[in-house]
């Protein structure tokens, strides 16, 4: 809340005589509700009229009840919340110019001039021709005698900020979108529970996860989880890949492991761009080395459920930045979007993130797999780097010599076994001898030391 903060006097005088909207588009993601709980909360602390536009950009073309003066009391209980409670539609009303002309009739009706629109990329990229057309869309309405002229002097601008709602992290721009954390947290905890059951029948399974146009959802569960193999459309596998996959099936089963998980994002293709589905991978399994496969489609449920921590705070943060920066803008400001960099909500222009997020899938559809991965950005780059080396590179057959010894200290937490895991296995890729000390500096001190190998 940095610039709420260091404005605070003012802050509180900052929205008196004017009026925000905040809608909710596309595909709902977990913590929207934070974020439009922020909204309003803020809105309402600067002076400002805050409402709620329900059922997403339909709601602003049909207009009347659904469009709401939303008050303190309203965003309530709201914060723990999945999904969207003001509602979410596709709207093919607003694609069209007499359906943006309604949506400009009601705002202006109401003395709106400030709107927060929180969604995807298609959602923001609306918003900004919206705000382009603006002055148009009064002059028609004006002409047409919808409004009057005192009401067009009043609203003669309008101000546009985005937050990206999205489970799939697939703009660019911000190092997370709302919803991922939520979604990923969904994922891990149905693959945990997979696990389970492939150990107890020594079976292997394909898991098919969201991200049509992105692999994040799939990458950072293969890494998360030890998958053996990972299809993400950012980086198709390479020529022969499918003898290349089995071999690495094998190998896990040679090291002792009862289970194979192989994750596969449902935008899944190859090097010509042919489509990698699920169901293929697991027939090439069955028929190739015999092993009994199961296919497990997570669907809607990674969008369903309660909101992490990390999207709670992440949409709140996000919903005070956005009021702050409407507030603050003028008729020459472009639509900006928040985004996440660096654990600090900041402002960046909306149409230059939206065109490198386009430029993503443009680079996808001309097979410039390399410039794709660069374009999401360096978080991406390195989480694949990462599931690649510990997933796939092959011990040498050279020992350095080096012993290396791995202990714990002091209490538990969350993750030590996968720090572990990574560094015995870069360890022993880079021909060192790697062992496990138990029971920390006392097991240390009492000998308690055994090799570990890649198997653990």
């Not at 260091?6 to 588009?25: D, F, H, R, Y």
């Not at 709401?68 to 919340?81: C, F, P, R």
Request: glycine letters at 10%.
């Amino acid at each position: 809340m940095s610039h709420l903060s260091s404005k605070q006097p003012e802050a509180q005088t900052l929205g008196v005589g004017k009026a925000i909207a905040v809608l909710t588009s596309g595909g709902d993601a977990q913590g929207m509700n934070a974020a439009v709980r922020a909204v309003v909360r803020v809105g309402i602390y600067t002076g400002a009229r805050v409402y709620f536009v329900h059922e997403g950009y339909q709601g602003l073309v049909d207009g009347e009840d659904n469009i709401k003066v939303a008050t303190w009391e309203s965003v309530s209980m709201m914060l723990q919340l999945g999904g969207t409670v003001i509602g979410s539609a596709r709207c093919q009303d607003f694609r069209t110019r007499e359906g943006r002309l309604k949506a400009a009739c009601n705002l202006v009706k109401k003395g709106i001039t400030n709107l927060c629109v929180i969604g995807g990329d298609g959602s923001l990229t609306g918003a900004d021709t919206f705000r382009h057309e603006w002055s148009s869309l009064l002059a028609d309405l004006l002409k047409a005698g919808r409004i009057t002229t005192e009401e067009a002097q009043n609203s003669s601008y309008l101000n546009i900020v985005g937050m990206v709602g999205s489970i799939d992290n697939d703009f660019c721009g911000t190092d997370m979108t709302i919803g991922t954390d939520s979604a990923l947290h969904r994922i891990m905890e149905i693959v945990d529970a997979i696990t389970t059951t492939a150990q107890s029948h020594q079976r292997t399974f394909v898991l098919e996860v969201m991200g049509r146009h992105c692999g994040y959802l799939a990458l950072v569960t293969a890494l998360a989880c030890g998958a053996d193999w990972v299809f993400i459309p950012e980086s198709p596998p390479e020529l022969e890949w499918e003898e290349h996959l089995c071999r690495r099936l094998i190998e896990t089963r040679g090291r002792g492991s009862r289970l194979n998980i192989i994750i596969v994002a449902e935008g899944a293709i190859d090097l010509h761009g042919n489509p990698i589905t699920s169901e293929f991978v697991k027939n090439l399994v069955v028929k190739r080395l015999g092993y009994d496969t199961r296919v497990t489609v997570l669907g809607h449920v990674q969008r369903g459920g309660t909101p992490s921590a990390f999207d709670r705070i992440l949409g709140s943060r996000m919903g005070v930045e956005a009021v702050m920066a409407l507030l603050e803008g003028s008729p020459d400001t472009p639509a900006c979007v928040v985004s996440l960099s660096g654990n600090q909500a900041i402002r960046l222009p909306l149409m230059e993130c939206v065109q490198v997020t386009k430029d993503v899938t443009k680079a996808m559809e001309e097979k410039k797999f390399e410039n794709a991965v660069k374009l999401r950005g360096r978080s991406f780059q390195n989480n694949w780097n990462v599931y690649k080396v510990l997933a796939h590179v092959r011990p040498t057959s050279t020992k350095s010599g080096y012993n290396l010894a791995i202990l714990n200290v002091g209490a538990p937490a969350a993750g030590m076994n996968a720090a572990v895991r990574a560094a015995v296995r870069i360890g022993i890729i880079n021909g060192h001898t790697m062992l496990a000390v138990h029971d920390g500096f006392d097991g240390l001190a009492k000998g308690k030391t055994e090799e570990i190998g890649r198997a653990h």
